[in-house]
T-cell receptor, first 115, second 114 residues
Framework: DQQVKQNSPSLSVQEGRISILNCDYT??????FLWYKKYPAEGPTFLIS?????DKNEDGRFTVFLNKSAKHLSLHIVPSQPGDSAVYFC??????????????FGTGTQLKVEL | ETGVTQSPTHLIKTRGQQVTLRCSSQ?????VSWYQQALGQGPQFIFQ???????GRGNFPPRFSGLQFPNYSSELNVNALELDDSALYLC?????????????FGSGTQLSVL
């Protein structure tokens, strides 16, 4: 059962334009969401996060929007740059019984920013 | 500040063998998590260690086991390897186990089981 879904395996955008990456989740208990970026041969790196008490969080060129009623979030990158070409993972944070947290990841979207 | 380092970077094993993967957490981090990323999939949570104790476990069989040492480095052990264990194994550390703490990932160990 895929609790976090990224239905677009790939996205191609021209440099300078907006990139919009989408993510849907099914578990209404999730209340904290993160986006990670992954380059080949590297581990995922944290990009931006959002708590369910907000509907928007912005950090420079990156903005994440959360629609709780639709169980949907999106990552906007404006303007897109060639260095943004990577795989983007959406993740939801869940509580462990021992008191820590685990991330449930989507399958990722490969973003390609073309010149 | 040294980041999360994993060794080895690549490993080839045959079915039925055992493997140990190693992870050094980022300086000052006391929580380590392990994830398995199969080809074309997102990382899947295996387990988390906090101050040398297992803090939680994902849907993986008991032949996946781990350790965390007093210096907060960690090992992932997999016994009786199966072909489906072929994947990228990612270690991640965090300063503590607060539920909204972001994770810092290593570059992973690519395991191939033949």
């Amino acid at each position: 059962d895929q609790q976090v879904k990224q239905n677009s395996p790939s996205l191609s955008v021209q440099e300078g334009r907006i990139s919009i990456l989408n993510c849907d989740y099914t578990n209404s208990m999730f209340d904290y969401f993160l986006w990670y970026k992954k380059y080949p041969a590297e581990g995922p790196t944290f990009l931006i996060s959002i708590s369910s008490i907000k509907d928007k969080n912005e950090d420079g060129r990156f903005t994440v929007f959360l629609n709780k009623s639709a169980k949907h979030l999106s990552l906007h990158i404006v303007p897109s740059q060639p260095g943004d070409s990577a795989v983007y993972f959406c993740a939801a944070s869940g509580i462990l019984t021992g008191g820590g947290n685990k991330l449930t990841f989507g399958t990722g979207t490969q973003l390609k920013v073309e010149l | 500040e040294t980041g999360v380092t994993q060794s080895p970077t690549h490993l080839i094993k045959t079915r039925g063998q055992q493997v140990t993967l190693r992870c050094s957490s980022q300086s000052g981090h006391n929580t380590v998590s392990w994830y398995q990323q199969a080809l074309g999939q997102g990382p899947q949570f295996i387990f988390q260690y906090y101050r040398e104790e297992e803090n939680g476990r994902g849907n993986f069989p008991p032949r996946f086991s781990g350790l965390q040492f007093p210096n907060y480095s960690s090992e992932l052990n997999v016994n009786a390897l199966e072909l489906d264990d072929s994947a990228l194994y990612l270690c991640a550390s965090s300063p503590n186990r607060d539920r909204n703490e972001k994770l810092f990932f290593g570059s992973g160990t690519q395991l191939s089981v033949l």
